[in-house]
């Protein structure tokens, strides 16, 4: 089946440093790749999205790349600020079943 | 555009009453999602509809819990009787067609039941 593995969290970095959120997949066929952020007491937000092998999806400097020879999706931004404070998930949306599975989600801590 | 609404947001009922959740999709959406999130399980999907039908609802804990579509403004889930291990963060979602539309998320309901 479907899976999604994120590193654990929590992630704590000072402002303006370089973020990595490891993400890996398994799945048959090919998948759609999703990054959602949720804030505390909100529901999830897309982040951003790619949807084929080397599509770059690219949001508020958020970047990730599908990558199908590593099977990742790994969530990078360069300088990440205290308004980055979150939990972020990575996702894949399987072509035959419409429902996304999960990661388990990273929480994100930014320090001033 | 208003997006995908839920209530209530805040839910505090005993155990054994009955429990019911609203969604109202965003318009055109044809899709309509429920999860469970838990610290303990994550983001889990207990089932979904396309155009009004329910299509998966393998993630359905047990009889307890029930959804409906009657129409395509508006879903409910229910749980009756509610018990202490329902409580979680419950979340409606929508998407148009195409296996790569991405899914818009309500804000939530968060259950407990004590």
């Known amino acids: 089946g479907n899976s999604v593995t994120q590193m654990e969290g929590p992630v704590t970095l000072s402002e303006e440093a370089f973020l990595t959120i490891n993400c890996t997949y398994t799945?048959?066929?090919?998948?759609?790749l999703f990054w959602y952020v949720q804030y505390p007491g909100e529901g999830l937000q897309l982040l951003l999205k790619a949807t084929k092998a080397d599509d770059k999806g690219s949001n508020k400097g958020f970047e990730a790349t599908y990558r199908k020879e590593t099977t990742s999706f790994h969530l990078e931004k360069g300088s990440v600020q205290v308004s980055d404070s979150a939990v972020y998930f990575c996702?894949?949306?399987?072509?035959?079943?419409?429902?996304?599975?999960f990661g388990s989600g990273t929480r994100l801590q930014v320090q001033p | 555009d208003a997006g995908v609404i839920q209530s209530p947001r805040h839910e505090v009922t005993e155990m054994g009453q009955e429990v019911t959740l609203r969604c109202k999709p965003i318009s055109g959406h044809d899709y309509l999602f429920w999860y469970r999130q838990t610290m303990m399980r994550g983001l889990e999907l207990l089932i979904y509809?396309?155009?009004?039908?329910?299509?998966?609802d393998s993630g359905m804990p047990e009889d307890r819990f029930s959804a409906k579509m009657p129409n395509a403004s508006f879903s409910t889930l229910k749980i009756q009787p509610s018990e202490p291990r329902d409580s979680a963060v419950y979340f409606c979602?929508?998407?148009?067609?195409?296996?790569?539309?991405?899914?818009?998320f309500g804000d939530g309901t968060r259950l407990s039941i004590l």
């Open positions: 996702a894949l949306l399987d072509t035959g079943r419409r429902a996304l599975t």
């Open positions: 509809f396309n155009n009004n039908v329910p299509i998966d």
């Open positions: 799945a048959t066929g090919y998948p759609s």
């Open positions: 979602a929508s998407s148009i067609p195409g296996s790569n539309q991405p899914q818009h």
